[in-house]
Structure formats: structure tokens, C-alpha cells
């Protein structure tokens, strides 16, 4: 599915839209009447005409799904700018006594592992869990944004949307440039490996990924001596049960799987709203969509050439109607 930047192309037309409109609410409905007057977007789907519109309620729950997602979107950039603030802001006394130069920061690390490997040691143990401290559960796997969705793995972590895989691997504190970081990712593989203080590599995922991804659309970031974030879409809009294949799989009746309406297939959308309006006749005591069905069918018996009943008004309630009836 497409990310917001991907629309960029469209925003100065939109912003041309807006400001001769003024008011959100104006521009709203220009778009709206768009859809109304060019599209067949409010119309409702039926049997005798199946070539336009959405099945009943598919439209609404669009509109409805695009404000979550954006407004999701929303949430998570104002809580990453303000847990990045927060970071910062801890992390300032410490920049403003050590803050190296370039040359320093290649410098520190070489100091450090000659004269005391101790340290060293102690903080790549820090940046990778021992296997006793690791949550084991997905009920705690899912209180961790790093691995929402997904796992806890000895050497990274990795959680996922529908749409989009997302890996997180702490690193030591010496790693500081992009240079002492390789990722490569394929069609369905993936390898990360990382350039120690002592120009040794460490390769900390080399492995088969379980289904294919968008390799092309991979993008990964370096956050200076704390972790490396790598993104990764999805080649089929499903849930991975694992990363790689030789993972242990989670449990996927214990993941939260939010899925925008608008994100599905339409013949996906059809069976939803199909189940949707099946319950809502059935509470109501109406016929259900597969009882729906067949009295179109009698109907056209109903009032042909030598019928007893032509002439006369379709009573459903002389026929009784079983779910397997019509597929």
C-alpha cells in the first residue's frame, strides 16, 4: 500500500484546492462532490446491477478507515518526535562533555579496545539481552513497541503491520557510522553484519526470510551507538509467523492484528460486509443474503407462464431456505 509521502506529487493542486476554498470543511466537500459527480462512489452495489458501486456500507467504512489511518499515523510522529526530545534532552550533559570530533569518534573506539577490552565487553552484553532476561511470551512481546506483533530474537528484535516489517538491533556504543554496517536484503533473505571495535565482523542475522518482501523498497537508518532500524514491505499483505524460517513462530491469536478496511482486497471487503449484513438480518428476523438469493430465483418462477401462483404476491415464508442452498 502506498505511504503518505507517496501522494507528495498531488499537494499543489490539494493546496491550490484548500486555499481558494479557505476552510477544511469547503474542501472537504469539493472532494466529496467529486466523488459524487464523477465517480459511482455512494452508489450501493446490488444484484441487478452489480457493475457499480460498493456492497452496502463498504463506502462509509472507507472514509472511516482512511481518518484512522492518518490519524495513526499522526499519533506515532508526535510520540516519536517526543520520545526523541526526551532522549535528547538526556542524553545532553553527556554530548556536551564528550561530543568528538569526526576523527575523535573513529579514534575512541580503538582507544578503548587496546587499553581496557573490559568495557567493551560489558557494553555489548548491555546492547544484547542475555537469554534470561528476554521476554519469552507474546503477551510481552506485545508491550514492546520493537517487537509489537512479532518477537524478541537473541540479537535484534522484529514486529510488523499488515503491510510492513520492522527490525530493530541494538548495537554497542563504539558503532557510529553507517560504513561499519551491511545490510542486504533479497527476495526472501536477509544479512546484517556489524564491524566490532577490533575490525572484527559479527554477522548478527544471515538467514532465509519465511515469505518474499519488496527487497527493492527496503530502507534501514544507523542510530549512533544505540541501534539499527531496518523497514521492510511486505510482498503480500499477510501476518508473518516468523521472520526467518528458522525462528521459533509466534502465536498469532495473541497479536493485535489492526487492518484498515480500506486496506483489503474488494472481494475480502465483500465477504466482510456480507457476514456484516447477514447478522444485522438476522437479528432483525429479515432474510439472510443466502435466503436473499434464492427468492430472486423463485421469484422468476413465481410469476411465469402456467404457474399456480402467477398473479400473485411472493411469500418467502412458504419456503424454507437452508445456508447451503446457494455458494
Given at each position: 500500500?502506498?505511504?503518505?509521502?507517496d501522494f507528495q506529487k498531488y499537494d499543489s493542486a490539494l493546496l491550490?484546492?484548500?486555499?481558494?476554498?479557505?476552510?477544511?470543511?469547503?474542501?472537504?466537500?469539493?472532494?466529496?462532490?467529486?466523488?459524487?459527480?464523477?465517480?459511482?462512489?455512494?452508489?450501493?452495489?446490488?444484484?441487478?446491477?452489480?457493475?457499480?458501486?460498493?456492497?452496502?456500507?463498504?463506502?462509509?467504512?472507507?472514509?472511516?478507515?482512511?481518518?484512522?489511518?492518518?490519524?495513526?499515523?499522526?499519533?506515532?510522529?508526535?510520540?516519536?518526535?517526543?520520545?526523541?526530545?526526551?532522549?535528547?534532552?538526556?542524553?545532553?550533559?553527556?554530548?556536551?562533555?564528550?561530543?568528538?570530533?569526526?576523527?575523535?569518534?573513529?579514534?575512541?573506539?580503538?582507544?578503548?579496545?587496546?587499553?581496557?577490552?573490559?568495557?567493551?565487553?560489558?557494553?555489548?552484553?548491555?546492547?544484547?539481552?542475555?537469554?534470561?532476561?528476554?521476554?519469552?511470551?507474546?503477551?510481552?512481546?506485545?508491550?514492546?513497541?520493537?517487537?509489537?506483533?512479532?518477537?524478541?530474537?537473541?540479537?535484534?528484535?522484529?514486529?510488523?503491520?499488515?503491510?510492513?516489517?520492522?527490525?530493530?538491533?541494538?548495537?554497542?556504543?563504539?558503532?557510529?557510522?553507517?560504513?561499519?554496517?551491511?545490510?542486504?536484503?533479497?527476495?526472501?533473505?536477509?544479512?546484517?553484519?556489524?564491524?566490532?571495535?577490533?575490525?572484527?565482523?559479527?554477522?548478527?542475522?544471515?538467514?532465509?526470510?519465511?515469505?518474499?518482501?519488496?527487497?527493492?523498497?527496503?530502507?534501514?537508518?544507523?542510530?549512533?551507538?544505540?541501534?539499527?532500524?531496518?523497514?521492510?514491505?511486505?510482498?503480500?499483505?499477510?501476518?508473518?509467523?516468523?521472520?526467518?524460517?528458522?525462528?521459533?513462530?509466534?502465536?498469532?491469536?495473541?497479536?493485535?492484528?489492526?487492518?484498515?478496511?480500506?486496506?483489503?482486497?474488494?472481494?475480502?471487503?465483500?465477504?466482510?460486509?456480507?457476514?456484516?449484513?447477514?447478522?444485522?438480518?438476522?437479528?432483525?428476523?429479515?432474510?439472510?443474503?443466502?435466503?436473499?438469493?434464492?427468492?430472486?430465483?423463485?421469484?422468476?418462477?413465481?410469476?411465469?407462464?402456467?404457474?399456480?401462483?402467477?398473479?400473485?404476491e411472493f411469500d418467502p415464508k412458504m419456503f424454507n431456505i437452508s445456508p447451503s442452498?446457494?455458494?
Open positions: 500500500m502506498a505511504s503518505p509521502t491550490g484546492i484548500l486555499q481558494h476554498e479557505g476552510e477544511v470543511t469547503k474542501f472537504l466537500d469539493v472532494v466529496f462532490g467529486f466523488l459524487f459527480r464523477k465517480t459511482d462512489f455512494y452508489h450501493v452495489k446490488t444484484e441487478e446491477d452489480p457493475r457499480y458501486g460498493f456492497p452496502e456500507g463498504v463506502a462509509e467504512n472507507m472514509i472511516k478507515s482512511h481518518f484512522i489511518k492518518y490519524k495513526g499515523v499522526t499519533e506515532r510522529m508526535v510520540r516519536a518526535a517526543l520520545e526523541r526530545k526526551k532522549e535528547n534532552e538526556a542524553k545532553a550533559p553527556d554530548n556536551a562533555e564528550t561530543a568528538p570530533t569526526e576523527s575523535n569518534a573513529e579514534k575512541a573506539p580503538a582507544e578503548s579496545s587496546d587499553n581496557d577490552p573490559k568495557p567493551q565487553t560489558s557494553a555489548s552484553t548491555s546492547a544484547e539481552p542475555s537469554t534470561n532476561e528476554m521476554p519469552k511470551t507474546q503477551e510481552a512481546f506485545q508491550s514492546n513497541p520493537e517487537s509489537y506483533n512479532g518477537a524478541v530474537r537473541e540479537k535484534y528484535s522484529w514486529s510488523q503491520n499488515y503491510e510492513d516489517l520492522d527490525i530493530v538491533i541494538p548495537v554497542d556504543k563504539t558503532i557510529v557510522k553507517t560504513d561499519q554496517v551491511k545490510v542486504d536484503v533479497g527476495k526472501k533473505s536477509i544479512y546484517v553484519s556489524i564491524v566490532n571495535a577490533s575490525g572484527e565482523t559479527d554477522v548478527v542475522i544471515d538467514g532465509e526470510l519465511t515469505h518474499e518482501v519488496r527487497w527493492t523498497e527496503t530502507t534501514w537508518s544507523l542510530e549512533k551507538g544505540k541501534c539499527i532500524t531496518i523497514s521492510i514491505s511486505k510482498n503480500v499483505n499477510f501476518w508473518f509467523k516468523a521472520l526467518l524460517t528458522n525462528e521459533d513462530e509466534i502465536d498469532l491469536k495473541k497479536i493485535q492484528p489492526e487492518r484498515s478496511m480500506a486496506d483489503m482486497a474488494p472481494d475480502e471487503l465483500a465477504v466482510i460486509n456480507k457476514l456484516q449484513f447477514d447478522e444485522k438480518q438476522k437479528r432483525l428476523g429479515l432474510p439472510q443474503s443466502h435466503e436473499l438469493k434464492v427468492h430472486e430465483m423463485l421469484k422468476q418462477g413465481w410469476d411465469a407462464e402456467g404457474s399456480p401462483f402467477k398473479g400473485q442452498s446457494v455458494q
